[in-house]
């Protein structure tokens, strides 16, 4: 987990996801329960992906080589599972709000 507080918009926390070899890197990714948080994805594969979930009502496609932001939260404390819709076999994550 990367965690960056120095260049925060709006005293938001930002967190780092990367998609390489269709995967998600950090798998697991741990941010505070009840603040929203920005989420920085960066696909360093050459092919678009999707990050979906269904518990955070998000759904983006990421093209290859390129970076998005979602905002997601206040959470409350929980797992919430998400996964890329283009390579779902391998693609899987979660967010664990704490």
């Given amino acids: 987990m990367i965690f960056t ?10 967190f780092e996801l990367v998609i390489r070899d269709h995967l998600f890197y950090p798998a697991e990714l741990v941010v505070p329960a009840g603040k929203k948080v920005k989420l920085l994805i960066s ?7 999707e990050f979906e ?12 080589g390129r970076k998005t932001v979602i905002f997601i939260g206040p959470l409350k404390p929980g797992v919430y599972p998400f996964f890329g819709e283009f390579n779902m076999k391998t693609a899987q994550g979660k967010v664990i709000a704490k």
């Fill in 53 to 64: 979930s269904y518990e955070l009502n998000r759904e983006k496609v990421i093209l290859g």
């Fill in 43 to 49: 696909n360093e594969d050459d092919t678009p992906e």
């Fill in 5 to 14: 507080s120095g260049s925060v918009m709006a005293g938001k926390p930002v």
